[in-house]
Structures are given as structure tokens and as C-alpha cells.
């Protein structure tokens, strides 16, 4: 057991140890896509939104079992000169039917995972809820798919095309149309980026509900159609409840009206619940109301040191018991990952020494003597029980940013060698690490991993949201590789079935998960969900080939 003396010592230095202003860590930015492998090597080195991902390989390509339904039309000069003629501006269409347009169109096609990549040759910009709805109806009555795409952030390959399917991109409608700051009601369109409106709110004193690494390129409508989870669950809850309405419009053109400000309405089926989740498989998003809390004056970071996963559990219990209502965030990530992130981004570790886990805990509250008071407390007892070893506490706002940037940079990082196999699982809290090591350990023994070329596998980590019993586990590769893929699938999703977890915790199913549904879902289920789509989409023209 510490002393009261070398546990008061410890928070001194604590205090003193935070990492420095004058050391802040490299913008994500500037390390996006510096990948060491070679295109022999991958399926090439992917830019960010601004490049082209044509050395990607087709979707098709990878999974030729994926068939083009041939119920639906190929696009011609016709359909792109209809667009044309109603959208109006030049960047409203991109236009690869008529003309080579490969440049413009490919940062649209492929995912920033580097791993899907789709064969569109036409993209569709609409700037209003009646211009989506006339797209739509007229892809409904031509049997044109359709693909809704947001923001590209996600993880799963649900917003780019597999074949020739038509994107159509939310980026012009990002307008914030109201905010009530008595009842925290604000009302955005689908394309607005997340960063964005949490700074307009940050303005006035509010906060949006959610957040995200992907911040800064992520929109609403993609958000509330994946139904993000991130990094503020915890303490505000997932969209489901804080989404008070939707407008949207469905693939026959109807617009869907339900953008309530209200947060009790009862008068029949909140059929905006049915939005919430759908990735643009029963119709797209055009705009959002949501409650968005007043934003803590007082906010705490405190980044931990721990040496097993029994004492992660042991300090998340007490962090729940002894910070309670102040406590927003919980985030695990183990030692692989920071080892990641460091040889990536050159930054000095926040600790001094390292650790098998570490806990990033973040407090929000209205009182800062209140709140520091209660964080003090809860750090000497678990320094003194010894559930932590080591930490530090941000004393400003850019040793805050700092430290939540080892967690928010773990994904882009761990792409910095070629490309990552992610699953985002919900797991039983007390078994949520044993996947990690168990796929570490299977990946091993099968001769994959290791810090040669020769190797696809570069190393296995685990990180997630503790809070919420979501575990990220991400294989970080070189190159895509069918035999690493072979090793991984089925046997994550088997784990999680034994176990009575989650597949999906908050990235959804794309294409990725389609096949795997099962794993998660009764067969009763399933054909409920097919009944909605079919419902709302008898042509089957939105997002094909995912979901369910």
C-alpha cells in the first residue's frame, strides 16, 4: 500500500509532468497517408479527401462474389444532361459519363481506409431538400442506385459506390438553420461538418451532443444515418435520444417532414428512429434537429497508467462511483497503440515510463473547485491502492488537446503502413481485452506478423470507449491481405456470438458486416429489418449490396 506521503508526491509531479504546451502534438494532418509501404506492397498509398484513390482496388476485385444486379440501368448522356439541367452549377455535377472526369471523381469513390473502391462515374451535389427529392425520384423511376455520401469518414465502406452506382454528396447543404439557446434545440442540414457546428455552439455556450475523431470532415446526416457512438456517449447518451426530428426524403422522392424541436411527442411511431442507423438504405438525410446540452465550463483531463486490464476495471469502477456525474469520458488503450502513434507522429509519451494500458479520464462540470476537488480525490485512492501506477492532468487547454490526441490519432496512425482491419465490437466489460489477445496471439502463430516486409500484419492493438463497453480492435497492416482476412473472419464475430456482444457498437454494417449480421442478430430480426427496407424501398435502388 502507498504512503499518504509518496501518493501526495506523486500528484505533485503529476502536476508538474503534464505534457507542455511548447511540445504540442503534429496535426493529424500533416501524417495522413505517409505510408511507408510501396504499391507492390498494398493497394496503394490513398491521399486524403483532396486525392485520388485509383490505386485502390476495385471493391469488385476484392470481392468477386459481389455481383452487379442487373435490374438496374447504366447511366447515359440523357440522365446526365436531367441533372444538369435542374442542378444548375458546374460543381453541382461531376460529370465522368460525357467526359473524363477520373481525377475529380475518384476522391469520391474510394474510402480513406484505403480498402473499398467503387466504379461511379457520375456525382451529384444537390443544395436543397427539393433537389435531393427530385434526384431521387428520378433514380427511382429510372432504376438508377443510388449511394448517399456525407463526409467519407466511415469505417465500414458504406458511403462509396461498389459499382457504378450514383454518389450523391451532402457537402452543399451545410447550412445551421436554428438554434433555440433556452431549450438547446438546434436545427442543421445533413452536410454540415461536425467540427463546425460544435464551434458555432461552443459560441453560445452549448455543446454538441457527440464527438468524434473525424470531426473535422465528418457531417450530421452521415452521423445520425451511421448513429455514431464517439467519445461523448457516456455522459450525453447515443443519438437516439438526442435527436428530436429528421427531415429526409425517401427513394420515390416523398420528403419526409418530422424536423420536431420537441423532446416529448407521442402522437404515433417515431418513425425518425427508423433514420437513425439506416446508412441511407431506406432514403437520405437532409436535415437534423437535436437537443445539444449547455457546454461544462470545468473540464478535467487526466491520462493514467495502468498494468493489467483487472486494474483498467478496477479504476473505470471507481472512476463511475467516485466522479459519478462529472465523469464524461473513460477511454482505454493499450501499450501496442501508443507505440503506434509515437512512431508515427515523433511526440514525446505523456508518461515517463511505459505501461501495458493506459486510461484517459475526462471530467465536465460547472464548478472547477468542485470538480478538481473531486478528481484529487479519486486519484490519490487509486494511487494509494496502487490500481494506478503512473499519470498526469492537463493544467491548460493545449495539454488537453494534447492528451486526447493519443487517443483521437490512434486510427489514423495505425493506416500509416498500408491499410487496417477494424472491428468496432461491444463486448462484455469484464472479457473485453481477451479478444485482443487471443486475435494477437492467433495472428502470431499464423506466421503473419512481424516487422518485416514479408509480413502483412504490423501488430494487433486494442482501444475503445471503457464507458461504453466498446472495444476497437485494429489489425495494422502493410497491405490487405486474404490470408490475414481468413484468420480474422469468422473468428472475431464468433467470439463476440459465444459471448452475446455486438458486431457493430457504432461504425454499422456497410459492406463490411453485411455477411456477418447473423453473428449478432436473430433470423426474426433480419427479416423485420428486410420487411423495412422493402417497405420504403420496394426498387431496392438505395446504398445496394449492404446492410442487410
Known amino acids: 500500500m502507498a504512503s499518504r506521503s509518496r501518493v501526495a508526491l506523486v500528484l505533485r509531479r503529476t502536476r508538474i509532468s503534464t505534457a507542455p504546451s511548447t511540445n504540442p502534438l503534429r496535426p493529424l494532418s500533416q501524417i495522413r497517408w505517409q505510408s511507408t509501404a510501396t504499391t507492390e506492397d498494398a493497394e496503394g498509398v490513398a491521399q486524403g479527401t483532396t486525392g485520388t484513390s485509383k490505386t485502390i482496388k476495385f471493391t469488385s476485385e476484392t470481392y468477386p462474389e459481389i455481383k452487379r444486379d442487373s435490374k438496374f440501368a447504366e447511366i447515359t448522356e440523357d440522365h446526365v444532361k ?56 428520378y433514380c427511382n423511376d429510372n432504376m438508377l442506385a443510388v449511394v448517399p455520401q456525407g463526409g467519407n469518414t466511415g469505417l465500414v465502406g458504406g ?22 439557446d433556452v431549450s438547446g434545440a438546434l436545427v442543421v442540414d445533413a452536410g454540415a461538418i461536425l467540427e463546425v457546428v460544435d464551434g458555432y455552439l461552443a459560441e453560445r455556450g452549448n455543446i454538441f451532443p457527440l464527438d ?62 427508423l433514420f437513425v442507423g439506416a446508412e ?14 449547455q457546454r461544462s465550463k470545468a473540464v478535467n483531463v487526466a491520462f493514467l497508467g495502468l498494468e493489467s486490464y483487472e486494474k483498467v476495471q478496477q479504476a473505470f469502477k471507481a472512476a463511475k462511483g467516485q466522479l459519478s456525474e462529472i465523469l464524461s469520458a473513460f477511454e482505454l488503450m493499450d501499450n501496442q497503440s501508443q507505440d503506434l502513434v509515437q512512431q508515427v507522429t515523433k511526440n514525446k509519451r505523456p508518461l515517463e515510463s511505459e505501461h501495458p494500458f493506459y486510461c484517459l479520464i475526462e471530467t465536465s462540470g460547472s464548478n472547477s473547485e468542485h470538480d478538481n476537488e473531486k478528481l484529487q480525490s479519486f486519484l490519490e485512492d487509486v494511487m494509494e491502492k496502487e490500481i494506478v501506477t503512473d499519470g498526469v492532468v492537463a493544467e491548460n487547454e493545449t495539454q ?33 481485452y481477451s479478444l485482443v489477445e487471443e486475435t494477437r496471439e492467433k495472428v502470431a502463430k499464423a506466421g503473419l506478423m512481424g516487422d518485416t516486409d514479408e509480413h502483412p500484419v504490423v501488430d494487433v492493438v486494442g482501444y475503445g470507449h471503457m464507458g461504453d463497453s466498446n472495444l476497437h480492435l485494429n489489425v495494422a497492416t502493410r497491405r490487405y491481405d486474404k490470408k490475414v482476412e481468413k484468420e480474422l473472419e469468422p473468428f472475431v464475430y464468433e467470439w463476440i456470438s459465444k459471448r452475446n456482444g455486438s ?35 420496394p426498387k431496392g435502388i438505395m446504398n445496394p449490396y449492404k446492410y442487410i
Not at 443544395?127 to 425520384?137: A, D, F
Not at 443519438?239 to 416529448?264: C, F, M, N, W, Y
Not at 441511407?280 to 446540452?293: A, E, F, N
Not at 490512434?410 to 461491444?426: A, F, N, Q, R, T
Open 212 to 273: 468524434l475523431g473525424a470531426k473535422g470532415s465528418c457531417q450530421i446526416g452521415g452521423n445520425v444515418a451511421t448513429n455514431a457512438g464517439g467519445l461523448r456517449l457516456l455522459r450525453y447518451g447515443s443519438l437516439h435520444g438526442s435527436v428530436l426530428g429528421i427531415e429526409a426524403v425517401l427513394p420515390d422522392g416523398t420528403i419526409v417532414d418530422d424536423l420536431s424541436k420537441l423532446r416529448k411527442n407521442n402522437t404515433g411511431y417515431d418513425l425518425k428512429q
Open 400 to 432: 488537453v488537446r494534447n492528451l486526447w490526441g493519443w487517443r483521437e490519432g490512434i486510427p489514423e496512425c495505425l493506416g500509416h503502413w498500408g491499410g487496417v482491419y477494424k472491428y468496432d465490437l461491444s463486448i462484455p466489460i469484464s472479457e473485453l
Open 159 to 180: 458511403s462509396v459506390p461498389v459499382f457504378d452506382e450514383i454518389v450523391i454528396n451532402m457537402s452543399r447543404m451545410n447550412q445551421i438553420r436554428s438554434f433555440d
Open 280 to 293: 441511407g438504405t431506406i432514403g437520405i438525410i437532409t436535415g437534423v434537429s437535436i437537443l445539444c446540452p
Open 503 to 537: 458486431i457493430s457498437a457504432e461504425h454499422g454494417l456497410g459492406l463490411a458486416k453485411k455477411a456477418f449480421i447473423g453473428y449478432s442478430r436473430s433470423d426474426t430480426m433480419i427479416a423485420l429489418m428486410k420487411q423495412i427496407k422493402k417497405l420504403y424501398d
Open 82 to 137: 436531367f441533372f444538369k439541367e435542374f442542378l444548375g452549377k458546374e460543381a453541382s455535377v461531376i460529370d465522368g459519363v460525357t467526359k473524363d472526369a477520373t481525377d475529380d471523381i475518384e476522391p469520391f469513390n474510394g474510402d480513406w481506409m484505403r480498402k473499398y473502391r467503387g466504379h461511379t462515374k457520375l456525382v451529384l451535389k444537390p443544395g436543397s431538400t427539393q433537389e435531393v427529392s427530385k434526384i431521387l425520384k
